[in-house]
T-cell receptor, first 111, second 113 residues
Framework: EDQVTQSPEALRLQEGESSSLNCSYTVSGLRGLFWYRQDPGKGPEFLFTLYSAGEEKEKERLKATLTKKESFLHITAPKPEDSATYLCAVHSGGSNYKLTFGKGTLLTVNP | DSGVTQTPKHLITATGQRVTLRCSPRSGDLSVYWYQQSLDQGLQFLIQYYNGEERAKGNILERFSAQQFPDLHSELNLSSLELGDSALYFC????????????FGPGTRLTVL
């Protein structure tokens, strides 16, 4: 059974204070790791897909990295509009195409 | 805007009733995935359809069923509703049904009273 654990559960930052969110996973053959952002009451918004250890992707103030056991979402100089829940999900091998999600990290950025 | 549409946005109903949620995938996407999100469980995969055929099943109750029509829109039917079925229901779509990115719709909030 695939497992995804995200930490911390909640993170409060001051505007401009950089930090990282962690996603640890246990899967039987990783096919892809996905990061989403979700605002309250809205659908998850796609951010990144990572496929292999060592891969990195960037978008504005966000950078995602992947190792064989975990992924990090680095947030550089965050702004209040970056406040949201960040979800990590994995897709493992086999015929089941579902995504297994972690419970998310609630990020609050104070001005 | 992801390009995935879901209706209705909100649904309030009583225990024992049946409801239908509708999803239209992004143009060109053949796969539709249904997820349930509750406060304590997080996002849970329910079922996937690819080009009209059921491809994968997750933690979907027997009271729930889904189908994908020739125009590729999908419906999730929930019957004999219980209080615990209250949740956000999301539909996502993808191109190939394999390791492709899933784009989520805005969701339907179901409240069972």
């Amino acid at each position: 059974e695939d497992q995804v654990t995200q930490s911390p559960e909640a993170l409060r930052l001051q505007e401009g204070e950089s930090s990282s969110l962690n996603c640890s996973y246990t899967v039987s053959g990783l096919r892809g790791l996905f990061w989403y952002r979700q605002d309250p009451g809205k659908g998850p918004e796609f951010l990144f897909t990572l496929y292999s250890a060592g891969e990195e992707k960037e978008k504005e103030r966000l950078k995602a990295t992947l190792t064989k056991k975990e992924s990090f979402l680095h947030i550089t100089a965050p702004k209040p509009e970056d406040s949201a829940t960040y979800l990590c999900a994995v897709h493992s091998g086999g015929s089941n195409y579902k995504l297994t999600f972690g419970k998310g990290t609630l990020l609050t950025v104070n001005p | 805007d992801s390009g995935v549409t879901q209706t209705p946005k909100h649904l309030i109903t009583a225990t024992g009733q049946r409801v239908t949620l509708r999803c239209s995938p992004r143009s060109g996407d053949l796969s539709v995935y249904w997820y349930q999100q509750s406060l304590d469980q997080g996002l849970q995969f329910l079922i996937q359809y690819y080009n009209g055929e059921e491809r994968a099943k997750g933690n979907i109750l027997e009271r729930f069923s889904a189908q994908q029509f020739p125009d590729l829109h999908s419906e999730l039917n929930l019957s004999s509703l219980e209080l615990g079925d209250s949740a956000l229901y999301f539909c996502a779509s993808g191109t190939s049904g394999s390791t492709d990115t899933q784009y989520f719709g805005p969701g339907t909030r179901l409240t069972v009273l």
